[in-house]
């Protein structure tokens, strides 16, 4: 029986290589002089703070083109909302989404057995969902529906077994 996974996983190295980036673009930029704009890695999420709310925006684009750059989905970035920190400045937590939800899980199996493919089975493993099927061409269709469907998150499809 043909199967493969569908996972949400962030390659962080590339996070980190694309926060590095970016941090020093807006240090070199010239529209970014003393702003004290700076983004920051944390464990699960990154921050960004800058002197005004532009800057933030401006900010964020940077960061947002080093991660397309990177081939890092822009799915998984949860952004927070804008929070007025000390001196004046304005802060933004950007949560890294990784892991596949029950919630969001349960949404994909429903979204598999609505396809219609007889023989189609999906179960959830952990943050993960197998699909089974004794046909690799329904598993095929499956992951290029999954591909265009209406999910929030990062998927990557790995472990196609025929």
Do not use: C, H, W
């Amino acid at each position: 029986m043909a199967s493969f996974d569908v996972v949400s996983q962030i390659d962080m190295q590339e996070v980190r290589n694309a926060v590095d980036q970016a941090s020093r673009e807006i240090v070199n930029r010239y529209d970014f002089k003393n702003t004290n704009t700076s983004i920051d890695l944390g464990e699960d999420s990154i921050t960004i703070s800058s002197v005004s709310a532009d800057r933030l925006a401006a900010a964020r684009v940077v960061l947002e083109e080093k991660l397309v750059r990177r081939k890092v989905s822009l799915k998984a970035l949860d952004y927070g909302d804008e929070q007025d920190a000390a001196g004046g400045t304005v802060r933004q937590e950007v949560r890294l989404k990784a892991g596949i939800s029950s919630d969001d899980a349960r949404s994909l199996n429903k979204f598999i057995k609505s396809l219609g493919l007889k023989g189609v089975q999906s179960q959830t493993q952990g943050d993960q969902l197998r699909v089974n099927s004794k046909k690799r061409d329904d598993l095929q269709s499956v992951i290029a529906a999954v591909k265009e469907g209406p999910f929030e998150l990062p998927l990557q499809f790995e472990n196609f077994r025929d």
